[in-house]
C-alpha cells in the first residue's frame, strides 16, 4: 500500500466518523440544520476519498473512465453539499470543504 492510497483510506475512515458522529447529533439537537449539512458533507467527502483509491489502481482505459466518472459525481455532491452547509456555518464548514477536498493531492 502506497502512502497515498493509507492517506485516502484514513481520511476517509476519519470523515466516515465524523459524518456518522453529526448526524447522530443532528438527530437529538433542537435546530439540526447545521449539523445535518456538516454529517452529509463529511459522509461524501468520505465517499470522494474511498472512490478515489481506485481509480489510481486501474489498467484499463475503460475502468479508470467510469471510477473518474464516479469520482466527479461525489465530488460534485460535496461540493453542493458544502454549499448547502456554508448557508448556516460559513467558515468552519468552508475550512472543512477546502481541507477534504482531494485535488490538491493529485496535481
Known sequence: ????FAALYTV???CLVVGLIELVVAS???NPSPHLAFGLTSLAAAA????ESP???TEIIAAYNSAF???VAMS???SRLCELAGQRS???LSLQCDLLDFGWLTR
Open 55 to 57: 481509480a489510481y489502481r
Open 1 to 4: 500500500m502506497t502512502p497515498l
Open 48 to 51: 470522494n476519498a474511498l472512490i
Open 76 to 78: 460534485i455532491l460535496q
Open 90 to 92: 460559513q467558515e468552519l
Open 69 to 71: 466518472k464516479l469520482q
Open 12 to 14: 476517509g475512515g476519519i
Open 28 to 30: 437529538r439537537v433542537g
